[in-house]
Protein backbone atom coordinates (compact mmCIF):
# COMPACT_ATOMS: atom_id res chain seq x y z
CA UNK A 1 0.00 0.00 0.00
CA UNK A 2 2.90 2.13 0.80
CA UNK A 3 4.56 1.71 -2.52
CA UNK A 4 1.11 2.40 -4.26
CA UNK A 5 1.07 5.71 -2.66
CA UNK A 6 4.29 6.72 -3.42
CA UNK A 7 3.85 5.53 -7.02
CA UNK A 8 0.63 7.98 -6.53
CA UNK A 9 2.08 10.99 -5.78
CA UNK A 10 5.41 10.49 -7.84
CA UNK A 11 2.83 9.71 -10.62
CA UNK A 12 1.23 13.20 -10.18
CA UNK A 13 3.51 15.66 -10.03
CA UNK A 14 2.70 16.72 -13.14
CA UNK A 15 -0.83 17.58 -11.89
CA UNK A 16 0.93 18.96 -8.30
CA UNK A 17 2.21 21.66 -10.61
CA UNK A 18 -0.46 22.27 -12.10
CA UNK A 19 -2.96 22.62 -9.02
CA UNK A 20 0.29 25.01 -7.80
CA UNK A 21 0.13 27.38 -10.53
CA UNK A 22 -3.72 27.57 -10.36
CA UNK A 23 -2.99 28.71 -6.70
CA UNK A 24 -0.06 30.85 -7.82
CA UNK A 25 -2.71 32.60 -10.46
CA UNK A 26 -5.40 33.10 -8.10
CA UNK A 27 -2.76 34.56 -5.35
CA UNK A 28 -1.75 37.03 -7.67
CA UNK A 29 -4.74 38.02 -8.70
CA UNK A 30 -5.88 38.38 -5.16
CA UNK A 31 -3.12 40.65 -4.21
CA UNK A 32 -3.95 42.43 -7.54
CA UNK A 33 -7.48 43.15 -6.58
CA UNK A 34 -6.55 43.72 -3.18
CA UNK A 35 -3.58 46.32 -4.08
CA UNK A 36 -6.46 48.05 -7.16
CA UNK A 37 -9.07 48.18 -4.07
CA UNK A 38 -6.02 50.16 -2.06
CA UNK A 39 -5.75 52.28 -5.06
CA UNK A 40 -9.24 53.06 -4.98
CA UNK A 41 -9.30 54.04 -1.19
CA UNK A 42 -6.47 55.76 -1.77
CA UNK A 43 -7.94 58.05 -4.18
CA UNK A 44 -11.55 58.08 -2.27
CA UNK A 45 -9.90 59.48 1.00
CA UNK A 46 -8.29 61.96 -1.14
CA UNK A 47 -11.40 63.19 -2.62
CA UNK A 48 -12.86 63.03 0.79
CA UNK A 49 -9.91 64.84 2.34
CA UNK A 50 -10.08 67.25 -0.45
CA UNK A 51 -14.25 67.79 -0.02
CA UNK A 52 -13.51 68.08 3.89
CA UNK A 53 -10.77 70.88 2.92
CA UNK A 54 -13.55 72.78 0.57
CA UNK A 55 -16.31 72.91 2.88
CA UNK A 56 -14.07 73.97 5.62
CA UNK A 57 -12.25 76.59 3.42
CA UNK A 58 -15.91 77.61 2.26
CA UNK A 59 -17.52 77.52 5.89
CA UNK A 60 -14.40 79.81 6.49
CA UNK A 61 -14.53 82.15 4.25
CA UNK A 62 -18.62 82.27 4.31
CA UNK A 63 -17.37 83.29 8.27
CA UNK A 64 -15.47 86.07 7.28
CA UNK A 65 -18.20 87.34 5.43
CA UNK A 66 -20.54 87.37 8.09
CA UNK A 67 -18.18 88.82 10.42
CA UNK A 68 -17.92 91.51 7.43
CA UNK A 69 -21.96 91.80 7.73
CA UNK A 70 -22.19 92.21 11.72
CA UNK A 71 -19.42 94.67 11.13
CA UNK A 72 -21.11 96.66 8.82
CA UNK A 73 -24.03 97.00 11.54
CA UNK A 74 -21.45 98.91 13.93
CA UNK A 75 -22.86 102.86 15.10
CA UNK A 76 -19.36 104.60 15.14
CA UNK A 77 -15.96 105.13 13.81
CA UNK A 78 -14.27 103.37 16.47
CA UNK A 79 -16.53 100.52 16.71
CA UNK A 80 -15.69 99.97 12.81
CA UNK A 81 -12.32 100.50 13.52
CA UNK A 82 -12.03 98.24 16.63
CA UNK A 83 -13.68 95.21 14.90
CA UNK A 84 -12.13 95.08 11.74
CA UNK A 85 -8.78 95.09 13.47
CA UNK A 86 -10.05 92.15 15.63
CA UNK A 87 -11.09 90.22 12.48
CA UNK A 88 -7.82 90.99 10.42
CA UNK A 89 -5.50 89.85 13.81
CA UNK A 90 -7.48 86.44 13.75
CA UNK A 91 -7.40 85.79 10.34
CA UNK A 92 -4.07 87.59 8.63
CA UNK A 93 -1.85 87.75 11.85
CA UNK A 94 -2.79 91.49 11.49
CA UNK A 95 -0.21 93.69 13.97
CA UNK A 96 -1.54 97.24 13.29
CA UNK A 97 -4.69 98.65 11.32
CA UNK A 98 -6.69 101.50 10.95
CA UNK A 99 -8.86 103.24 8.51
CA UNK A 100 -7.82 106.37 7.06
CA UNK A 101 -9.66 109.27 5.94
CA UNK A 102 -9.09 112.41 3.42
CA UNK A 103 -9.71 115.60 5.25
CA UNK A 104 -10.73 118.95 4.14
CA UNK A 105 -6.69 120.06 3.79
CA UNK A 106 -6.80 116.52 1.86
CA UNK A 107 -4.54 114.65 4.23
CA UNK A 108 -5.07 111.23 5.43
CA UNK A 109 -6.01 111.03 8.83
CA UNK A 110 -7.52 108.07 11.12
CA UNK A 111 -11.12 107.80 11.77
CA UNK A 112 -9.97 106.40 15.14
CA UNK A 113 -6.98 107.33 17.49
CA UNK A 114 -5.40 103.91 18.58
CA UNK A 115 -1.92 103.29 19.78
CA UNK A 116 -2.01 100.04 17.83
CA UNK A 117 -1.78 101.78 14.66
CA UNK A 118 1.50 104.63 15.53
CA UNK A 119 3.39 102.62 12.47
CA UNK A 120 1.16 103.18 9.83
CA UNK A 121 0.11 106.56 11.03
CA UNK A 122 3.72 107.78 10.27
CA UNK A 123 3.69 104.82 6.87
CA UNK A 124 0.73 105.87 5.21
CA UNK A 125 2.68 109.62 4.54
CA UNK A 126 5.36 107.28 2.63
CA UNK A 127 2.98 105.19 0.85
CA UNK A 128 1.57 108.72 -0.52
CA UNK A 129 4.30 110.13 -1.02
CA UNK A 130 6.39 107.31 -3.26
CA UNK A 131 2.56 107.08 -5.42
CA UNK A 132 1.83 103.80 -4.20
CA UNK A 133 -1.76 105.11 -2.59
CA UNK A 134 -2.20 106.53 -6.78
CA UNK A 135 -1.91 102.91 -7.69
CA UNK A 136 -3.65 101.06 -5.58
CA UNK A 137 -6.91 103.53 -6.56
CA UNK A 138 -5.38 103.00 -10.01
CA UNK A 139 -6.14 98.95 -9.47
CA UNK A 140 -8.89 99.87 -7.62
CA UNK A 141 -8.36 96.24 -5.04
CA UNK A 142 -6.57 95.05 -2.56
CA UNK A 143 -3.30 95.03 -2.52
CA UNK A 144 -0.43 93.54 -0.71
CA UNK A 145 3.27 94.83 -0.26
CA UNK A 146 6.59 94.01 1.47
CA UNK A 147 6.68 96.30 4.00
CA UNK A 148 9.85 98.67 2.79
CA UNK A 149 10.41 100.18 6.31
CA UNK A 150 13.00 97.96 7.83
CA UNK A 151 12.82 100.14 11.66
CA UNK A 152 9.82 97.92 11.78
CA UNK A 153 10.86 94.07 11.80
CA UNK A 154 7.48 92.30 12.71
CA UNK A 155 5.78 94.02 9.99
CA UNK A 156 6.75 92.26 7.26
CA UNK A 157 3.44 93.01 4.69
CA UNK A 158 0.88 95.65 4.37
CA UNK A 159 -2.94 95.13 3.36
CA UNK A 160 -3.67 98.23 1.48
CA UNK A 161 -7.61 98.68 0.04
CA UNK A 162 -8.90 102.10 -1.45
CA UNK A 163 -11.79 103.45 -0.26
CA UNK A 164 -13.53 105.76 -3.26
CA UNK A 165 -17.42 105.93 -4.65
CA UNK A 166 -18.14 107.53 -8.32
CA UNK A 167 -14.58 108.02 -8.65
CA UNK A 168 -14.11 109.99 -6.04
CA UNK A 169 -11.10 109.40 -3.07
CA UNK A 170 -12.44 109.49 0.49
CA UNK A 171 -9.85 106.80 2.34
CA UNK A 172 -7.86 103.43 2.44
CA UNK A 173 -7.74 100.72 5.05
CA UNK A 174 -4.47 99.86 6.26
CA UNK A 175 -3.27 96.36 8.17
CA UNK A 176 0.53 95.73 8.92
CA UNK A 177 1.13 92.03 9.40
CA UNK A 178 3.87 89.06 10.21
CA UNK A 179 2.60 87.44 6.75
CA UNK A 180 4.62 87.67 3.72
CA UNK A 181 3.01 88.64 0.69
CA UNK A 182 3.67 85.76 -1.13
CA UNK A 183 2.86 83.75 1.12
CA UNK A 184 -0.93 84.55 0.67
CA UNK A 185 -3.01 82.93 -1.30
CA UNK A 186 -4.93 84.92 -4.07
CA UNK A 187 -8.43 82.94 -3.15
CA UNK A 188 -7.57 84.38 0.27
CA UNK A 189 -7.19 87.88 -0.99
CA UNK A 190 -10.05 87.70 -3.00
CA UNK A 191 -12.18 87.22 -0.22
CA UNK A 192 -10.59 89.36 2.16
CA UNK A 193 -11.17 92.57 -0.48
CA UNK A 194 -15.16 91.86 -0.38
CA UNK A 195 -14.89 91.46 3.15
CA UNK A 196 -13.30 94.68 3.46
CA UNK A 197 -15.66 96.55 0.52
CA UNK A 198 -18.91 95.37 2.76
CA UNK A 199 -17.27 96.80 5.73
CA UNK A 200 -15.67 100.25 4.17
CA UNK A 201 -19.23 100.72 1.86
CA UNK A 202 -21.25 100.70 5.31
CA UNK A 203 -18.32 102.88 7.20
CA UNK A 204 -18.63 105.90 4.44
CA UNK A 205 -22.50 105.56 4.67
CA UNK A 206 -21.98 106.22 8.36
CA UNK A 207 -19.25 108.83 7.95
CA UNK A 208 -21.54 110.75 4.83
CA UNK A 209 -24.78 110.49 6.91
CA UNK A 210 -22.59 112.23 9.77
CA UNK A 211 -21.87 115.03 7.24
CA UNK A 212 -25.54 115.32 5.66
CA UNK A 213 -26.49 115.70 9.12
CA UNK A 214 -24.00 118.18 10.47
CA UNK A 215 -24.57 120.14 7.24
CA UNK A 216 -28.31 119.85 7.78
CA UNK A 217 -28.00 121.33 10.95
CA UNK A 218 -25.70 123.98 10.06
CA UNK A 219 -28.35 124.98 7.25
CA UNK A 220 -31.40 124.77 10.00
CA UNK A 221 -29.17 127.18 12.26
CA UNK A 222 -28.69 129.22 8.93
CA UNK A 223 -32.00 128.78 8.05
CA UNK A 224 -33.76 129.98 11.50
CA UNK A 225 -30.97 132.77 11.27
CA UNK A 226 -31.85 134.05 7.40
CA UNK A 227 -36.33 133.49 8.78
CA UNK A 228 -35.59 135.96 11.88
CA UNK A 229 -33.54 138.14 9.79
CA UNK A 230 -35.82 138.21 6.99
CA UNK A 231 -38.57 138.84 9.52
CA UNK A 232 -37.23 141.75 10.79
CA UNK A 233 -36.21 143.79 7.43
CA UNK A 234 -40.16 143.27 6.60
CA UNK A 235 -41.04 144.53 9.92
CA UNK A 236 -39.97 147.56 8.75
CA UNK A 237 -42.91 147.57 5.94
CA UNK A 238 -45.25 146.26 8.71
CA UNK A 239 -44.63 148.58 11.52
CA UNK A 240 -45.28 151.75 8.59
CA UNK A 241 -48.22 150.27 8.25
CA UNK A 242 -49.19 149.69 11.78
CA UNK A 243 -47.77 153.58 12.84
CA UNK A 244 -50.08 155.24 10.54
CA UNK A 245 -52.70 153.41 11.84
CA UNK A 246 -51.91 155.30 15.09
CA UNK A 247 -52.60 158.14 13.17
CA UNK A 248 -56.51 157.60 13.65
CA UNK A 249 -56.04 157.43 17.53
CA UNK A 250 -53.85 160.02 17.96
CA UNK A 251 -55.96 162.68 15.85
CA UNK A 252 -59.10 161.71 17.82
CA UNK A 253 -57.07 162.10 20.90
CA UNK A 254 -56.07 165.53 20.05
CA UNK A 255 -59.59 166.64 19.00
CA UNK A 256 -60.91 165.69 22.03
CA UNK A 257 -58.22 167.86 24.15
CA UNK A 258 -58.65 170.63 21.99
CA UNK A 259 -62.48 170.14 22.82
CA UNK A 260 -61.34 169.60 26.60
CA UNK A 261 -59.87 173.27 26.60
CA UNK A 262 -61.92 174.96 25.11
CA UNK A 263 -64.79 173.27 27.51
CA UNK A 264 -66.97 171.48 24.81
CA UNK A 265 -69.21 169.22 25.38
CA UNK A 266 -68.85 166.66 28.33
CA UNK A 267 -65.17 166.52 29.73
CA UNK A 268 -66.18 163.00 31.65
CA UNK A 269 -66.97 161.64 28.05
CA UNK A 270 -63.87 163.01 26.16
CA UNK A 271 -61.77 161.55 29.07
CA UNK A 272 -63.46 157.91 28.33
CA UNK A 273 -62.72 158.43 24.37
CA UNK A 274 -59.27 159.54 25.22
CA UNK A 275 -58.67 156.56 27.37
CA UNK A 276 -59.56 153.94 25.05
CA UNK A 277 -57.78 155.43 21.82
CA UNK A 278 -54.62 155.70 24.38
CA UNK A 279 -55.12 151.93 25.07
CA UNK A 280 -55.61 151.25 20.94
CA UNK A 281 -52.24 152.74 21.05
CA UNK A 282 -50.77 150.92 23.77
CA UNK A 283 -52.12 147.91 22.18
CA UNK A 284 -50.72 149.27 18.45
CA UNK A 285 -47.30 149.29 20.43
CA UNK A 286 -47.18 146.27 21.63
CA UNK A 287 -47.95 144.91 18.60
CA UNK A 288 -44.75 146.14 16.97
CA UNK A 289 -42.74 144.98 20.03
CA UNK A 290 -43.83 140.89 19.71
CA UNK A 291 -43.78 141.10 15.64
CA UNK A 292 -40.07 141.91 16.60
CA UNK A 293 -39.28 139.53 19.45
CA UNK A 294 -37.97 136.41 17.33
CA UNK A 295 -37.24 134.06 20.51
CA UNK A 296 -40.60 133.63 21.06
CA UNK A 297 -41.92 129.81 22.19
CA UNK A 298 -44.97 128.08 20.86
CA UNK A 299 -48.37 127.86 22.08
CA UNK A 300 -51.56 126.93 21.07
CA UNK A 301 -54.11 129.69 19.48
CA UNK A 302 -57.53 130.23 18.33
CA UNK A 303 -56.87 130.65 15.03
CA UNK A 304 -59.79 132.49 13.89
CA UNK A 305 -59.20 134.90 16.52
CA UNK A 306 -55.70 135.11 15.45
CA UNK A 307 -57.04 136.36 12.00
CA UNK A 308 -59.55 138.35 13.41
CA UNK A 309 -56.90 140.46 15.20
CA UNK A 310 -54.93 140.20 12.85
CA UNK A 311 -57.55 142.03 9.96
CA UNK A 312 -58.30 144.58 12.70
CA UNK A 313 -54.68 145.76 12.89
CA UNK A 314 -54.81 146.34 9.07
CA UNK A 315 -58.47 147.41 8.20
CA UNK A 316 -57.85 150.93 8.29
CA UNK A 317 -55.24 150.95 6.48
CA UNK A 318 -56.53 148.70 3.58
CA UNK A 319 -60.63 150.00 3.54
CA UNK A 320 -58.61 153.11 3.49
CA UNK A 321 -57.54 151.65 -0.28
CA UNK A 322 -61.27 151.27 -0.91
CA UNK A 323 -60.83 147.64 -0.35
CA UNK A 324 -63.51 145.50 1.41
CA UNK A 325 -62.74 143.02 3.71
CA UNK A 326 -65.12 139.45 3.91
CA UNK A 327 -64.34 137.06 6.72
CA UNK A 328 -65.82 133.94 6.61
CA UNK A 329 -65.17 131.01 9.69
CA UNK A 330 -65.77 127.53 10.36
CA UNK A 331 -68.69 127.23 12.97
CA UNK A 332 -65.96 125.54 15.74
CA UNK A 333 -63.24 126.87 16.96
CA UNK A 334 -59.89 125.93 15.40
CA UNK A 335 -57.01 125.68 17.65
CA UNK A 336 -53.35 125.62 16.05
CA UNK A 337 -49.95 125.15 18.09
CA UNK A 338 -47.41 127.86 16.61
CA UNK A 339 -45.56 130.35 16.88
CA UNK A 340 -48.44 133.19 17.41
CA UNK A 341 -45.90 136.31 15.72
CA UNK A 342 -44.83 134.08 13.05
CA UNK A 343 -48.43 133.14 11.47
CA UNK A 344 -49.34 136.60 12.05
CA UNK A 345 -46.57 137.80 10.16
CA UNK A 346 -47.65 135.51 7.57
CA UNK A 347 -51.18 136.62 7.37
CA UNK A 348 -50.12 140.60 7.66
CA UNK A 349 -47.48 139.91 4.65
CA UNK A 350 -50.89 138.64 2.23
CA UNK A 351 -52.43 141.32 3.32
CA UNK A 352 -50.45 143.55 2.49
CA UNK A 353 -49.68 141.90 -0.64
CA UNK A 354 -53.37 141.79 -1.55
CA UNK A 355 -54.21 145.22 -0.91
CA UNK A 356 -51.00 146.39 -3.12
CA UNK A 357 -52.36 144.11 -6.15
CA UNK A 358 -55.61 145.82 -5.75
CA UNK A 359 -54.51 150.04 -6.55
CA UNK A 360 -58.09 150.45 -7.78
CA UNK A 361 -60.12 149.14 -5.20
CA UNK A 362 -61.78 145.65 -4.55
CA UNK A 363 -62.28 143.04 -1.80
CA UNK A 364 -60.24 140.45 -0.30
CA UNK A 365 -62.19 137.38 0.90
CA UNK A 366 -60.72 135.41 3.79
CA UNK A 367 -61.65 132.28 5.44
CA UNK A 368 -60.92 129.40 7.50
CA UNK A 369 -62.42 126.21 7.88
CA UNK A 370 -61.35 122.66 8.88
CA UNK A 371 -60.39 120.66 5.76
CA UNK A 372 -59.96 117.32 8.24
CA UNK A 373 -60.06 116.32 11.82
CA UNK A 374 -55.96 116.97 11.64
CA UNK A 375 -56.00 120.01 9.05
CA UNK A 376 -57.19 123.46 8.71
CA UNK A 377 -57.29 125.68 5.87
CA UNK A 378 -56.85 129.40 5.51
CA UNK A 379 -57.85 130.98 2.03
CA UNK A 380 -57.13 134.59 1.77
CA UNK A 381 -58.44 135.72 -1.76
CA UNK A 382 -57.78 139.27 -3.33
CA UNK A 383 -59.72 140.68 -7.11
CA UNK A 384 -56.39 142.49 -8.33
CA UNK A 385 -54.48 142.60 -10.73
CA UNK A 386 -53.24 138.53 -10.56
CA UNK A 387 -49.93 137.10 -11.40
CA UNK A 388 -48.60 135.81 -14.98
CA UNK A 389 -48.36 132.37 -15.37
CA UNK A 390 -44.50 132.91 -16.30
CA UNK A 391 -44.01 134.18 -12.70
CA UNK A 392 -45.29 130.60 -11.17
CA UNK A 393 -42.35 128.91 -10.44
CA UNK A 394 -40.29 131.59 -9.05
CA UNK A 395 -43.36 133.31 -6.87
CA UNK A 396 -41.39 131.49 -3.47
CA UNK A 397 -38.00 132.66 -4.39
CA UNK A 398 -36.12 135.22 -2.69
CA UNK A 399 -34.43 137.00 -5.68
CA UNK A 400 -37.82 137.04 -7.51
CA UNK A 401 -37.42 140.74 -8.55
CA UNK A 402 -40.81 140.76 -10.84
CA UNK A 403 -43.34 142.10 -8.32
CA UNK A 404 -46.24 141.25 -10.55
CA UNK A 405 -48.39 144.57 -9.19
CA UNK A 406 -46.69 143.61 -5.49
CA UNK A 407 -44.69 146.44 -3.99
CA UNK A 408 -42.78 143.46 -2.00
CA UNK A 409 -44.40 139.96 -3.40
CA UNK A 410 -40.86 138.40 -3.38
CA UNK A 411 -39.10 138.69 -0.09
CA UNK A 412 -42.70 138.24 1.64
CA UNK A 413 -44.14 135.35 0.21
CA UNK A 414 -40.61 133.81 0.95
CA UNK A 415 -40.01 134.51 4.38
CA UNK A 416 -44.10 133.11 4.13
CA UNK A 417 -42.91 129.87 2.80
CA UNK A 418 -40.34 128.90 5.56
CA UNK A 419 -42.54 129.85 8.30
CA UNK A 420 -45.33 127.69 7.30
CA UNK A 421 -42.81 124.92 6.29
CA UNK A 422 -41.09 125.18 9.82
CA UNK A 423 -44.52 124.58 10.93
CA UNK A 424 -45.32 121.43 9.05
CA UNK A 425 -47.80 122.52 6.58
CA UNK A 426 -47.74 124.22 3.13
CA UNK A 427 -48.70 127.56 1.26
CA UNK A 428 -50.13 127.43 -2.44
CA UNK A 429 -51.37 130.14 -4.74
CA UNK A 430 -53.78 129.78 -7.78
CA UNK A 431 -54.05 133.17 -10.12
CA UNK A 432 -55.20 134.60 -13.12
CA UNK A 433 -54.35 137.88 -14.58
CA UNK A 434 -56.77 140.53 -14.18
CA UNK A 435 -59.29 138.25 -12.26
CA UNK A 436 -56.67 137.71 -9.02
CA UNK A 437 -54.56 135.67 -6.49
CA UNK A 438 -55.69 133.22 -3.72
CA UNK A 439 -53.41 132.22 -1.97
CA UNK A 440 -54.02 128.82 0.71
CA UNK A 441 -52.63 127.78 3.96
CA UNK A 442 -52.56 124.23 5.14
CA UNK A 443 -52.25 124.03 9.05
CA UNK A 444 -51.92 121.04 11.44
CA UNK A 445 -54.69 121.46 14.25
CA UNK A 446 -53.93 121.20 17.55
CA UNK A 447 -54.97 118.75 20.04
CA UNK A 448 -56.85 120.05 23.26
CA UNK A 449 -57.81 117.55 24.67
Given at each position: MANRRQYKISGSEGEVKSNF??????????????????????ERLKSDTNNVEVYQKYHYFQNLINSAIDISLSTSDKEFA?????????????????????????????????????????????????????????QNCLKVIPNLDETAIKQN???????????????????????????????????????????????LNLILLKQIEDISNKFNVLNHQLLNTSILMSVGEISGVVAR??????????????????????????????QTN????????????????????????????????????????????????????????????CYRNQIQHVLLNILLNARDAMPNGGSITIGCFKQSDKKVSISIADTGEGISEEDFQNIFE???????????LAINLYISKLIIDNHKGRISFASELGKGTTFKIVLPIARTE
Amino acid sequence: MANRRQYKISGSEGEVKSNFSVEQKEYIETLENTVNYLKNEIERLKSDTNNVEVYQKYHYFQNLINSAIDISLSTSDKEFADKTHKLFVQNASAIESNFYFYNKNSELKPISISETSAFLDNYINHLEEQGILDWIFEQNCLKVIPNLDETAIKQNSIFIFPIARNEKRFGVFLASTILHHDAIEDELLSVFQNTLLIISTALLNLILLKQIEDISNKFNVLNHQLLNTSILMSVGEISGVVAREMDSPINIIQANVDLITRSIGNIERRAEIIQTNIKRIEYLNSFIKNLINTGESKEIINLQELIKETISILQYQIENKDVKIIASFDNDNIFCECYRNQIQHVLLNILLNARDAMPNGGSITIGCFKQSDKKVSISIADTGEGISEEDFQNIFEPHFTNKSGSEKLAINLYISKLIIDNHKGRISFASELGKGTTFKIVLPIARTE
